[in-house]
């Protein structure tokens, strides 16, 4: 048996364990007294574990997407600021130039009023030396065109300077747009986050311990199937150098905390784990799952090969590497760790290769 077969099968029977040993437990939330008869409305039934469980997933998971939105809106402003003082750095330049070129300007109107008021042309009729005559018209030219790219180059000066205050403005208004998005995704994710906290924290201690088996029970049960339809066969590409340097540092982090838009060292979110990883192995990609899955080159599942990372949702709200063997190491959601799963336990989206 080779060695995906081993770890496959060391995945399963894990899992299994796991499974048969919660298997004595009921799940559902423990029910409330009954109380007595009375003429009043009836209370709305308790909700069983399952239902939270799904509940605190689509939570976390509109908290994701919104937080991938927020990072983009983050990266864009970013990129507005520093235009904007690009142009602003453009901008005193330019004003430089138009101040000397005005300074010229000015010179040579001086050296025409010191010269009696009177243009070169009509100095120049007054002249009885045909050779000084015929010298005094090339200077005349010379000084004409001087006089004329001077002016040119003026106009155009200005003209830039126009043309960058014009930029500027416009870059604010897109910054300022930029800001907007990032509060009110900042606002959403504040929300579902706390949403999802309170929910939780009505929970006891008990109560938590089986939700967290549920959650294991249900990417059991999405790998298993995942499994079954051999999905695996014929996959066994071997990871590239950069794919190498990335997988280990991203299992290096397994058991720091998910923190939403957090990138290391002590905590990661899902795509800032991805991003760091590949960042440690020489090669920048986009810092969001939805952007990883907008810009990076696409891949059949087929071939898919350590390194790679798989999208997942139908929103491209949560990424994972794939380490070999059909798992992935991810960083899950708020409140739980980088960790390994299975490559199926999610709903997967597709595939795409950082370094294709």
């Known amino acids: ?16 364990l796991t499974v048969l040993a919660s298997s004595g437990q009921a799940f559902a939330a423990t029910a409330a007294p009954e109380p007595p008869p009375s003429t009043s409305t009836p209370a709305v039934p308790t909700k069983t574990l399952e239902q939270v469980r799904l509940e605190l997933d689509s939570l976390y998971r509109q908290a994701a997407s919104a937080a991938d939105a927020y990072k983009l809106a983050e990266e864009k402003a970013e990129k507005q600021s520093a235009e904007i003082v690009r142009l602003a750095q453009e901008t005193v330049k330019v004003q430089a130039r138009v101040d000397d070129l005005k300074s010229r300007a000015g010179a040579a109107a001086r050296a025409q009023y010191q010269g009696g008021g009177l243009p070169p042309e009509a100095q120049l009729v007054l002249t009885d030396d045909p050779g000084l005559f015929l010298d005094g018209m090339g200077r005349i030219r010379q000084s004409q065109k001087a006089t004329k790219d001077l002016l040119g180059e003026l106009t155009r000066a200005q003209a830039d300077l126009a043309a960058y205050s014009k930029d500027a403005s416009a870059h604010w208004k897109t910054l300022e747009a930029h800001r907007v998005k990032q509060a009110a995704a900042k606002k959403k994710i504040d929300g579902k986050i706390a949403a999802a906290k309170k929910i939780e924290d009505l929970l006891e201690k008990e109560e938590r311990a089986r939700l967290l088996e549920l959650e294991r029970q249900a990417e059991y049960k999405a790998q298993t199937t995942w499994l079954s339809s051999g999905v695996l066969k014929g996959i066994g590409g071997a990871a590239t150098a950069q ?5 280990r540092f991203a299992t290096a982090q397994i058991g720091k905390p998910y923190v939403w838009g957090a990138e290391g060292p002590g905590s990661f979110d899902c795509s800032g784990l991805t991003s760091q990883a590949w960042s440690a192995a020489g090669r920048g990609i986009p810092r969001t799952s939805q952007e990883q899955w907008r810009l990076l080159p696409r891949i059949d599942i087929k071939d898919m090969r350590p390194g790679d990372l798989i999208i997942y949702h139908a929103d491209a709200s949560h990424v994972g590497m794939y380490i070999g063997d059909g798992a992935i190491v991810h960083a899950p ?23 294709k």
């Open 1 to 16: 048996m080779n060695r995906r077969h081993c770890a496959t099968a060391a995945i399963t029977l894990v899992c299994a």
């Open 243 to 247: 794919g190498k340097k990335a997988v």
């Open 333 to 355: 959601r708020p409140g739980r760790n980088v960790t390994l799963a299975g490559a199926g336990s999610m709903t997967i989206l597709g595939v795409v290769r950082p370094d």
